[in-house]
């Protein structure tokens, strides 16, 4: 009796598993075993391409965030691959968009502008991400273009690299070259062949990196994963110096970081017109820096250098910057110290990681600092229970202590406003400014050099055009003008310096909006 009704339990499923119930419970072990299985393979191909990449090429990995990406990038994007070989491309430098923003002021904007610069304007491409074969000199090379978008999907945390693989051994080199032959459409023959097919001007480097004949000077004979390298970044650079060193890379932060916002022709120093001399002391102490490093390492003093300009608004600050830059072949960083999204780590971390061969530039820091100087500052209270107010906004004390930490690297800061007077001492006091230049309205030899420059190719003989620049001069003598206005007033009688001292009557309407 108790056997009948064990069974009859068990059969009534006190026991058995239905076959349903066995179906699920085996696809779930197979979906299981099938994830446990994928993951180990890919992990495996993984380790396997690794191994396979260490064991038969050299490699060279570069970030967005490293300066010889930047080098590299600029020399693909004149690599015969890139121009007629790769069926996918990308344009190159996306972050490095025309700045709008940078200044309100006709003049000092005019400084960075691209609007005479037709073949600059041309978009720029490197091939798109992925796996790409090319030849340089006749040698295959394996680029790996990788782009890392961030899981927020903000473009511009977007990360680059790109990784660079040269064959250690005959066999591999031959494999290469059995998949991608080399042919005209992706081999480089030499980098000086390649920037004269690009049009870029070869003849102040060739002494430099490559003899009379061409040929690459000191070039290396063993091949290793050094050695390599370092002669192909040396192209680069050379490439990347070529197509530059007509040209100013502005940085701007990009989430605590240096990006290259634009790129723009240099500033002709004769297209900015000071006062008598200003100009010429200002490029004379700069000069002077830049070739005391040894004396100021031998003194023990920090090698930095402070200068202030300030003055009315559209006077050309930002176009003496940009001027002096291009003078010495330098670039600009530009800090916006008003950014919310600049923290006290970030202002430091960049101050200390800009570019060697950059000015860093801290524009209308009045306006930065407005804010702090205007509201009510919290008092604090003394030992003897009396309140009395800080001295400095957190603010000011933190740009006041991130310049004192450069103690290191060529560092220039320049510093610009509108007032002077609204600035707190302790930020412009001598050791943390060490040189301050107005430049005001504009004078009687800015405005006579200005229109005189303005109108040059005017066909008037030299006594008549000296006359009617004397007869504009005098209309508007008494009139307290920046040379941004000025600008703007000629443009509007650009083909005519005689429409121009016609209409110096109407200077003062115009300059108050009215015309």
């Known amino acids: ?107 000092e904007y005019d400084g960075f502008d691209l609007g005479k610069d037709e073949e600059f304007k041309k978009t720029k491409f490197v091939p798109a991400p992925g796996y790409h074969v090319i030849y340089i000199e006749g040698k295959p090379l394996l680029i790996n273009m990788i782009s890392t978008m961030p899981t927020n999907g903000n473009i511009m945390k977007a990360k680059e690299n790109v990784e660079i693989y040269k064959p250690k051994y005959d066999f591999i080199d031959a494999i290469l070259r059995m998949i991608v032959p080399c042919t005209d459409d992706n081999n480089c023959p030499d980098p000086l062949t390649m920037a004269k097919r690009a049009g870029l001007n070869t003849s102040s480097f060739l002494s430099q990196r ?108 930002s176009s003496t910057i940009g001027s002096i830059a291009a003078a010495f072949n330098m670039n600009i960083c530009v800090v916006n110290l008003a950014s919310k999204e600049l923290s006290d780590e970030d202002l430091n971390a960049m101050f200390s990681s800009a570019p060697l061969d950059a000015l860093i530039v801290l524009e209308d820091i009045d306006s930065s600092f407005m804010n702090s100087t205007v509201e009510e500052k919290k008092p604090s209270k003394k030992e003897d229970g009396e309140e009395k107010e800080d001295e400095e906004p957190s603010e000011i004390s933190n740009v006041i202590q991130t310049k004192s930490q450069v103690t290191f690297k060529s560092r220039m800061i320049f510093m610009t406003t509108n007032y002077k007077d609204k600035l707190p001492p302790a930020l412009i006091r001598n050791g943390r400014i060490d040189k301050k230049i107005f430049i005001g309205y504009a004078t ?67 300059t108050k909006d009215e015309i």
């Open 1 to 107: 009796m108790f056997i009948s009704s064990l069974i009859e339990n068990v059969s009534q499923g006190g026991g058995i598993v239905s076959s349903s119930e066995n179906v699920t419970l085996f696809s779930s072990s197979f979906i299981i075993l099938m994830g446990v299985v994928g993951y180990v393979m890919y992990f495996l191909k993984d380790t396997l391409e690794e191994f396979i990449r260490r064991l038969f090429f050299f490699m060279l990995d570069l970030s967005d965030a490293d300066q010889e990406f930047v080098w590299f990038f600029t020399f693909f994007s004149f690599h015969p691959y890139t121009n007629h070989g790769s069926s996918h491309i990308k344009p190159y430098q996306k972050k490095a968009n025309k700045v709008n923003d940078y200044d309100d002021d006709p003049l």
């Open 210 to 317: 490559y003899d009379e004949n061409g040929k690459v000077i000191a070039k290396t004979q063993k091949i290793s994963s050094s050695n390599y390298f370092k002669e192909l970044m040396a192209n680069c650079y050379y490439i990347n110096t070529l197509y530059m060193k007509s040209k100013t890379t502005i940085y701007t932060q990009n989430y605590g970081r240096w990006a290259a916002s634009c790129v723009k022709h240099k500033r002709d120093k004769n297209s900015v017109i000071l006062d008598n001399g200003v100009w010429e002391s200002l490029y004379t102490d700069v000069e002077q820096f830049l070739n005391s490093r040894d004396w100021y390492f031998d003194q023990g003093i920090p090698y930095r250098r402070g200068y202030l300009l300030y003055g009315p608004p559209g006077t050309g600050k």
């Open 444 to 510: 009687e030899h800015q405005v006579k050099a200005y229109v005189k420059k303005f109108y040059e190719k005017d066909n008037l003989s030299e006594e008549e055009f000296s006359t009617l620049i004397e007869q504009f001069w005098n209309k508007i003598k008494n009139m307290s003008i920046c040379m941004a206005q000025l600008q703007g007033f000629l443009l509007l009688y650009r083909h005519s310096l005689k429409d121009l001292v016609n209409a110096a009557d109407e200077f003062e309407k115009f």
